[in-house]
């Protein structure tokens, strides 16, 4: 296995037991791979489950079929995986940003983008010259580093969120609308730290609904149907 990530025959239903156990099967026999520094594109209607196959992806949801990603050098399997390993992955291998910040009360800004680094064995001082780089970039005030995320507005939310994201290089990073409520010259930020992370190998997966921004990154796209095709653009 040469790519950082490989899905094969990917099946997510869900049954709603308080409704009458309808089944809805939102992911069917997906199989894609993405090869590093290339950029994924999922495409769809609303609904199609692009959020639930990045969610299928980082473990939230338990899906059927197989998830291969190269951990330490080494093949792994996700599906199945002991949650220790799924620990291991996330901390070492597999980044994740979702639209919105999880806010732990009392934790400052600059805490809560350091920990990716710190949780990898980081020193505190190496971290934080990074966050406070990453943190001047995306235009979050530095009166504001010191204090916690949880009244900040929401662009500002997320801004913070997509600095934890990119505090550390990740073999493959899943990136929910990570433009979406970002004025024009925090989008350009964030499509140059997508252009740099592929640039050192990053396999990123993404959603973007901001049409512009898709075609920045795309290298290809992954139609929810199940069909491929390259970037036109
Ligand atoms: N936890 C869940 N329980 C039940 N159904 C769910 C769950 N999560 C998603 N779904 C259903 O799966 C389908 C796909 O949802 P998903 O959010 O993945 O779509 P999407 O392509 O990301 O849509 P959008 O572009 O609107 O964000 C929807 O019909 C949704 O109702």
């Given at each position: 296995m040469n790519n950082p990530i490989e899905v094969r025959d990917l099946h997510k239903r869900f049954t709603l037991h308080q409704q009458q156990g309808v089944v809805l099967r939102v992911l069917e026999g997906l199989s894609f791979e993405v090869r590093a520094g290339e950029c994924l594109v999922l495409h769809g209607r609303s609904g199609a489950g692009k959020s639930t196959l990045l969610r299928s992806l980082y473990g939230n949801y338990l899906a059927d079929g197989s998830i291969r990603i190269l951990h330490r050098g080494a093949p792994m399997e996700l599906i199945g995986a002991a949650p220790r390993q799924v620990l291991a992955v996330r901390r070492e291998t597999l980044g994740y940003v979702s639209q919105f910040l999880r806010v732990i009360p009392r934790v400052s800004c600059l805490d809560v983008v350091m920990e990716p680094a710190l949780a990898r064995g980081w020193s505190r001082e190496r971290a934080e010259v990074r966050a406070r780089q990453l943190l001047t970039r995306l235009n979050?005030?530095?009166?504001?580093?010191?204090?916690?995320?949880?009244?900040?507005s929401g662009g500002e939310q997320q801004r913070v969120n997509l600095a934890r994201g990119f505090m550390v290089e990740w073999p493959v990073l899943l990136l929910d609308?990570?433009?979406?409520?970002?004025d024009e010259a925090n989008r350009q930020v964030v499509l140059q730290l997508i252009a740099e992370a592929k640039a050192d190998g990053t396999a990123v997966i993404g959603i973007f609904h901001d049409r512009a921004a898709r075609e920045a990154v795309?290298?290809?796209?992954?139609?929810?149907?199940?069909e491929e095709y390259a970037n036109a653009s």
């Open positions: 979050i005030p530095e009166r504001l580093w010191t204090l916690a995320p949880g009244t900040f609308e990570p433009t979406a409520s970002l795309a290298d290809r796209y992954l139609d929810m149907t199940g």
